[in-house]
């Protein structure tokens, strides 16, 4: 059994779980071993973020941050002023320790890694495979760039440049929104504020201000959570909902006649009053819901 192989085989791995799991993972989604040549292997370590399992010799297999629960700070920092890149810190602060050299072993090497990047406290969205571009022992971190995923290893380890960045500057974007919609569906319980839907999988995080809107900040009083049929419809304007969470249902709508669904999903909604979160600091702000709702008469 050879790294390659074990890396191809957790990569294949996560994707499995991405596929059986809603996205991000849990860390219980996670911490399961895979097997390969009769060797149970994991994917990670609760307990450090650099992660190599015995059956490797080199490098690592993963890393990992973690979104700490309230009142405990973030043991590994995230560097956003580059879009093209993200910064990885050691593990503590000397230079020469075990799961730091193994850090250099993988940039000397330039294998593939998981980073499981923590989004909201036990869930995490996996990026792979990365790579690490810059070692930097006198700051005590790496750069981290994500490449495309599958291939042989020779393949994996040799894409280009602009194509890492290109990855990795995506990878980011899927980062912030999944950190969105963590933050937003934890907000409202889980459920849709228009319709209380509880189906995980079908919920999503919408901005009020819309995203390329100079505010429209991943803050959670700049999203409601919704099921995607009423996200559809809330940013087609075919949906609006008043500063005081009233919900309006534009004509077009309302002189549609076709199927149950539209009856009882959309025109059914027409007066009814948005659920707010239960904390009121998670509440929508009003100016951005009075924005958001004159668009949608002037749609109307």
Known sequence: MDDASIRLMAFSEVGRRLKAFDSPLSWESIIPTFQLENEQIYLANRARGIFKPRQMKRG??????????????????????RNDALTYAFQGEDAQASDN???????????????FFGVAEGKYEPLWPCFITAYRPTNLEIEVQVGTVGGRPEAVSSIREEEREYRTTLAKQRIHQSAFREMILSAYGERCALSGLPIRSLLTAAHIFPDGHLLGIAAVTNGIALSTLHHAAYDANLIGISPEGIIHVSDRLLSETDGPLLESGLKALRGEKMRFPTDQIARPDRHALAYRFEEFRAAS
């Open 60 to 81: 690592i297999l993963s890393v990992k941050t973690t979104v700490p629960r309230a009142g405990r700070n973030r043991r590994y920092k995230v560097d956003d002023r």
């Open 101 to 115: 050299l193994r850090l250099k072993e993988a940039f000397e090497d330039r294998s593939p890694f998981i980073y």
